[in-house]
């Protein structure tokens, strides 16, 4: 079993920055799809980018431009750079993963394992 810790949630500005981490519990390395998800209060949890085994990565078109996920395989850390800030990226943001060599799906049900949350709040 994965677990998964989430961090670097807070409150800012419109315009400002936040870097979120997802410290997992075992190596990631070469063997997970993972994925940073989130949530508005009264909307469905949407999937804002995702990481494949090899690195690939995917970002959603609503933070396209803005948001940047990467990973530090030797921390097994998962992160989610993000920038220029707007009151819409408010939400819960989730850190997903499952074991999967090479094939990543970008939809909630494909992941088997998730953070607690970290809430996001732009103002």
């Known amino acids: 079993h994965v677990q998964l810790v989430e961090s670097g949630g807070g409150s800012v500005q419109a315009g400002g920055s936040l870097r979120l981490s997802c410290a997992a519990s075992?190596?990631?390395?070469?063997?997970?799809?993972m994925a940073w998800f989130r949530q508005a209060p009264g909307s469905q949890r949407e999937t804002v980018a995702t990481?494949?085994?090899?690195?690939?990565?995917k970002v959603a078109g609503s933070v396209k431009g803005r948001f940047t996920i990467s990973q530090d395989s030797a921390k097994n850390t998962l992160y989610l750079q993000m920038n220029s800030l707007k009151p819409e990226d408010t939400a819960m943001y989730y850190c997903?993963?499952?074991?999967?060599?090479?094939?990543?799906?970008?939809?909630?049900?494909?992941?088997?394992?998730w953070g607690q949350g970290t809430q996001v709040t732009v103002s």
């Open positions: 997903a993963a499952r074991r999967s060599r090479g094939y990543c799906d970008a939809t909630q049900n494909f992941f088997n394992y």
């Open positions: 075992e190596s990631t390395y070469r063997s997970m799809c």
């Open positions: 990481v494949d085994s090899i690195g690939v990565t």
